[in-house]
């Protein structure tokens, strides 16, 4: 199976016989992630009377209306469970020490503390570790104490670089902007000013991003997750492992228009395209709104969580560009090459509904349209000699010609 294929042709134009030398420079596109949170804990069983005090049933400031405030891990929970989420998230907004909270089994307050940061991407200055004492007698609960990066002047100082990181980004992106434009908006912004660095600091955060400019996978998908919910866009932070692998990864799953998508702004990246070849330096749109059929064929979700069906195409990044084929038209392939190389773009992306259909245009492609269109480059600029270079993908049904237009 081709998957990424990257190759380089050189076209020599000379008394109208094209010469073509071909080289290899790149076998496979290079996908690289991280790994999510793992939570540790510290667990004491001690029986003894209960302390002073009843439970209270609070109710988290930051539960608010609109889009880009649905919690939606909160809403997977039963209303007990809800409860201890409430009391737990207004104790980690308070920076509490220690929080008390009803007596759960450990695995589902684990779930709770994960989910409450999945839900909750801006609060940056919690770790994902706790400690948890149990208290068994005539009342039982729990005492849970949350691991904080920063203490409250440290997390105030951060929150004013991060306020003003976001308020720079949002200013770009108009507030009356459809839910297409304003996730295609965070996709670009993030690919575009943060570089993805294992081991770098605080990338389990949104800081990482904001401020550091350095992150990888938890930190985009949680800074996705964060514009998207100040421009009143659906969001969610979802985890799980790369396909055949166990390597953890995060990703998104919006609301585009009514329908459900799911946006990776981590693979977005062009390095994940080209490894160390500079000539490619587009940004990759395959995880710009794509369904469950695309995604699954590289991601693998947690099993833990109820996730809604991705099963429409109308706001995926390549249909929307029209790059986006249900049939293999020449004349149409060529002249989508024609129009790229006449705009001087730098590539022309070619991505086809099913394997067949990849099939069938890979044979018209290779066997002459794509010299008939370096054909047409050279002539129009100029060009004795031609070079270009494609990515032949078949795992993801996709052609990309880049043109070289010196």
């Known amino acids: 199976m081709r998957h990424g294929c990257l190759t380089t042709v050189v076209v020599l134009f000379m008394m109208g016989i094209c010469f073509f030398a071909g080289k290899l420079i790149l076998d496979q596109i290079g996908l690289e992630m991280h790994h999510q949170d793992t939570i540790v804990k510290e667990q004491k069983e001690a029986s003894t009377t209960a302390e002073e ?76 570790s706790y400690r948890s004492v149990s208290y068994q007698g005539l009342t039982s609960y729990v005492i849970i104490k949350p691991e904080y990066i920063f203490d409250q002047e440290e997390r105030n100082e951060k929150q004013r670089e991060i306020d003003a990181e976001v ?152 249909v929307v560009n029209h790059m986006y084929y249900t049939q293999v038209d020449e004349d149409g392939l060529l002249q989508a090459m024609k129009d790229t190389i006449f705009t001087k773009e730098k590539s022309t992306t070619f991505k086809f509904a099913s394997n067949s259909l990849y099939t069938q245009a890979r044979e018209v492609l290779f066997d002459d349209l794509i010299r008939q269109a370096a054909r047409i480059l050279g002539n129009r600029y100029g060009v004795r000699q031609v070079k270009y270079s494609y990515l032949d993908d078949e795992e993801r049904n996709k052609i990309v010609i880049y043109w070289n237009y010196k």
């Open 53 to 128: 005090g009843t439970e209270e049933t609070v109710q988290s400031e930051t539960k608010q209306e609109g889009a880009g405030k649905e919690r939606f891990y909160y809403e997977q929970l039963s209303k007990e469970e809800q409860k201890v989420y409430d009391k737990l998230l207004q104790g980690m907004e308070a920076s509490s020490e220690k929080i008390r909270i009803s007596y759960l089994d450990s695995d589902d307050i684990n779930k709770i503390y994960k989910w409450i940061l999945k839900d909750h991407p801006e609060i940056f200055w919690c770790d994902s």
């Open 167 to 318: 308020d720079a980004c949002l200013m770009g992106i108009d507030a009356s902007a459809s839910d297409y434009e304003k996730i295609l908006y965070v996709y670009e912004y993030l690919v575009n000013s943060v570089d993805y660095e294992e081991g770098s600091e605080y990338n389990q955060t949104i800081y990482s991003i904001f401020v550091k400019k350095r992150s990888v996978c938890a930190g985009y998908a949680k800074a996705a997750q964060y514009l998207l919910n100040k421009l009143d866009v659906f969001c969610a932070y979802v985890t799980g492992t790369i396909r055949d692998s166990q390597v953890s990864h995060g990703w998104n799953l919006v609301r585009c228009e009514g329908d459900y998508y799911y946006v990776d702004p981590t693979w977005g990246d062009p390095s994940f395209q080209s490894g160390e070849n500079e000539d490619i330096d587009n940004i990759n749109y395959d995880y710009m709104c794509c369904n469950d059929e695309e995604l699954f064929k590289t991601h693998k979700p947690e099993g833990d969580v109820s996730l809604p069906a991705c099963t429409e195409m109308d706001w995926n990044y390549y």
